[in-house]
């Protein structure tokens, strides 16, 4: 060989586990100047304000009878969507996006593994999303305190981590749906149809025509969210019989206990993400 | 770490099939050296789906593609480690400046960290956008946007660059800039291969070509031995010259020169000649023109004689 065929490695490519610590860098970046992110808090502190303003002029007494039904009314009733909104904005088209944006073309043909950009992606959407769901949780925290003094109940604590995992089982799923699809519209409809009102719907349908537990549903585990800030915690079946008309309907419920809360929202989480990421990795820049 | 190794692409039997379309059709081609091939093939030839294949943007459907010897898609972050790509004129993320973008790209291929900002900074200079350095992408033009491309794929000083038609929305101005890159490229030791619709700009850029249609490959071979094979070992030039030459007497006097078989007047002060032999004849014939005293500024190989490569070639697998 001679000196001329001789070239030299001078850098020395990262371990993948590195990378994927620069894609979340730079992708949280990204993120946060974004359009969406600031949209994104528009709403939570819309919500938020809406809130603080109804409560603080109507004080309405079933919410302010105790510090926990305060936030059961409060975090209970407003924080899956806020959760659904952060999965949906950054999670919705963050991989279809690489395709139809082809921005996937700048980082894919560098000596990166798919699933460091995959999941670097998805870290940065959870921090991303994280910050959102951290001022609302500042601002719930700032209405109890202002209403109940510091004497905040330890189940708001077990709620805001159920949010939180909740949070990334839904940007798990909707990195999943991304990865299903190469146009951003899709995805993001998609996610947002199911996360909205799917789930809810075929929920209310199981239950009440199918007459089994919807152990399947992820907004059925999210359950735990609001259940863990009623005292006493819901039973796991509630059977009621109601007269309609000239006949008696008996209606059945069912509430996720917290085991089986986590359960699906793991289950969801796991198998979500590792499907996302096995289309990603196979899925033809075309 | 001192990895010695020779520049090299490699496909074997490489093939991509969409349903029942064939993209490209077991295709074995081996480039190894320093040196710049040009790609070319019409529309839809398998130009970029090749590309795509050696650069993990498409999994081949059966087939191997290697570079200085690595399976890129068994062994990606080895086979790229020392590659720089444009493939199709890829979107940045908007949000970002370009230092930011090319600092993400140095960290990704492991730039050393005390060296970074430095190498971004020369990236940013050679494509002449050093004032926009710290502007966010998403406001950039199409063009702007491809200079940045350009210097993400330089950035890390690579041994292997592969190109897909990287004057693609360009100004002309920016086509001549680009251009200029890519031969400064060559002057160091790297395997630069890279895809065109622009005759001229290989002709101009590149040492060899390698042509496919169909997804099958035609051809490879230096630009002068397969100009030569189709024009009996001749080549086409193009000659400049300071002053017009109106006259038929010069016509007469240049279609004198030895090798000389045919001179076409493109206008007073321009002249294409057809001419048989290769380098030797090449240098013996400009050396005459230039004792002819008729004012000789410029003797360049015409981008015509690949062009009837091309054409020829193309024809017969349609």
């Known amino acids: ?286 | 770490m001192i990895i010695l190794t020779n520049p090299s692409i490699e496909a074997v039997n490489l093939s991509k099939h969409y349903n029942s379309f064939l993209a490209v059709s077991n295709l074995s081609l081996k480039i190894e050296g320093s040196k710049c091939v040009g790609f070319l093939g019409p529309n839809g030839a398998g130009k970029t789906t090749t590309l795509k294949m050696f650069t993990d943007l498409i999994k081949p459907s059966a087939g191997e593609a290697l570079i200085n010897g690595v399976n890129v898609h068994t062994n990606k972050k080895k086979a790229l480690a020392s590659v720089g790509t444009l493939i199709e004129s890829p979107e940045i993320y908007p949000s970002l400046t370009p230092r930011e973008v090319l600092m993400m790209i140095a960290e990704i291929r492991g730039v050393p960290a005390s060296e970074r900002s430095k190498r971004v900074e020369n990236a940013v200079s050679e494509i002449h956008m050093e004032e926009w350095i710290d502007k966010r992408v998403g406001k950039f033009s199409k063009g702007m946007k491809q200079r940045i491309n350009i210097a993400s794929a330089i950035l890390s000083d690579p041994d292997v660059i592969l190109l897909d038609e990287p004057t693609l929305g360009l100004d002309p101005r920016g086509m001549s800039e680009v251009r200029d890159i890519v031969k400064g490229l060559k002057s160091k030791n790297r395997l630069i291969f890279m895809s065109s619709h622009i005759l001229s700009e290989v002709t101009d850029v590149c040492d060899e070509v390698a042509m496919i249609d169909h997804g099958k490959l035609l051809a490879y071979d230096t630009i002068h031995n397969l100009t030569g094979k189709f024009s009996g070992g001749g080549g086409i030039a193009e000659i400049g010259f300071s002053r017009p030459i109106g006259d038929a007497q010069a016509i007469k006097m240049i279609q004198s020169i030895q090798g000389v078989t045919s001179v076409e007047k493109l206008d007073p002060q321009n002249v294409r000649i057809n001419f048989s032999g290769g380098t030797e004849a090449q240098e013996r014939i400009l050396s005459d023109l230039v004792a002819m005293k008729l004012g000789v500024i410029s003797f360049r190989r015409s981008s015509l004689a690949l062009e009837e490569v091309y054409l020829d070639l193309i024809k017969e697998t349609v």
């Open chain 1, 1 to 286: 060989m001679t000196e001329q065929d001789t070239t030299q490695v001078k850098n020395v490519v990262p371990g993948s586990f590195a990378q994927l610590g620069v894609t979340t860098k730079y992708t949280f970046l990204d993120y946060l100047r974004s359009r969406r992110f600031f949209v994104l808090l528009g709403i939570d502190l819309i919500i938020s304000v809406l809130l603080t303003i109804v409560i603080g002029y109507y004080r309405p007494a079933d919410v302010l009878s105790s510090s926990l039904s305060f936030y059961s009314s409060w975090w209970g009733l407003s924080t899956t969507f806020v959760i659904v909104l952060s999965g949906i904005f950054f999670g919705g088209d963050a991989i279809s996006s690489e395709f139809q944006n082809k921005t996937g073309y700048f980082t894919v043909p560098n000596p990166i593994r798919r699933s460091s950009i995959y999941l670097g992606k998805w870290l940065a959407a959870l921090i991303a999303s994280t910050i959102i769901l951290g001022i609302f949780a500042a601002i719930t925290i700032g209405n109890g305190v202002y209403y109940f003094g510091l004497s905040i109940p330890y189940q708001f604590g077990e709620a805001l981590l159920f949010s939180w995992i909740y949070l990334v089982t839904v940007l798990g799923f909707c990195f999943f749906f991304s990865s299903l699809f190469k146009s951003s519209t899709t995805s993001i409809l998609l996610t947002a149809i199911l996360l909205l009102f799917g789930f809810t719907l075929i929920d209310a349908v199981i239950v009440n025509i199918v007459k089994i537990e919807p152990w399947f549903s992820l907004t059925y585990g999210a359950g735990i969210i609001s259940n863990v800030l009623s005292s006493p915690y819901p039973p796991h079946k509630t059977t009621t019989t109601s007269r309609f008309g000239r006949g008696l309907t008996t209606l059945t419920s069912y509430n996720a206990t917290v085991p089986e809360g986590l359960l699906i929202l793991g289950v969801y989480f796991i198998v979500t993400i590792i499907l996302g990421l096995v289309l990603f990795e196979n899925k033809d820049f075309t």
